[in-house]
């Protein structure tokens, strides 16, 4: 027993330091980066700052609850808060969010497609009602706030991807086409070919190469001589990756 209680003693260290978390910064210069995917708690006394890097148009997505006890007015007032890359400290008074959240207990879940890229500042803190104060608002943030709060938040994002096709203009009819494509911003996967005929319809799946590229031949090429047949790439993303639907492209029967 005095053997084996120093490693169960150190292994239940090391079970409760993972699930706990010191939380973010104390300000937007010493925010730390979100790690994704993971849990963190957080329990300042005031705005907790976070860092998130988002390429152009990618999604991030915030699961967050509040943990702690009703405040003196009986509320659980929580918020989060995101901010564009080029705000900083000295300017963080004067900013909007670009995005916001709140919730009064409970859990919440909020999403947001980031217009440019860069590292994004997102801000947890007690959301403000009129007569308790509070730090943020819809339209104003209140930096020098001492609310204290309590609250857990986990972070993914989805990149943004780009589907692309290409064929040929005509082919025989009844034939199978050669059809090519790309999904920028994907390595792995499948894309789903569809083609139009009195709705979407799938034609089969194109297995994506490490470089983003497809290659695939069609099942049939239906309708008349002279008819349009038409197709598109539809690639549906998974958890890191947005979805994304090709341009149309239309083959001539001939």
Known sequence: ????????AAVIVLAVASAAVAGGGSSIAAAPELPLGQQQLGAPRGIDYWHVTLGGLDQLIVDYGYTGSSDQYGGKRLEVCVVKPDVTDYT?????????????????????IAPIPGRWTVMVGKAYDIGYGGCFSDDE?????????????????????QTSLSGPATAPTGTRVSLAGTVRGAVAGGVELQYRSRGWHQDGVAKLRPDGTFA????????????????RAVYRG???????????????AN
């Open 1 to 8: 027993m005095r053997r084996v209680a120093p490693v169960l």
């Open 92 to 112: 963080l008074k004067d900013a909007r969010c670009a995005t916001w959240n709140a919730l009064d207990g409970g859990k919440a879940h909020t999403e947001f």
């Open 141 to 161: 943030i209140y930096p020098t706030c001492q609310h204290e709060t309590a609250y857990e938040i986990t972070a993914y994002v989805k990149h943004y991807t």
């Open 216 to 231: 695939y031949r069609t099942t049939r090429l239906a309708g008349t001589p002279g008819g349009t047949f038409v197709m």
């Open 238 to 252: 998974d958890a890191q990756h947005r979805s994304s639907v090709s341009n149309l492209i239309r083959i001539r």
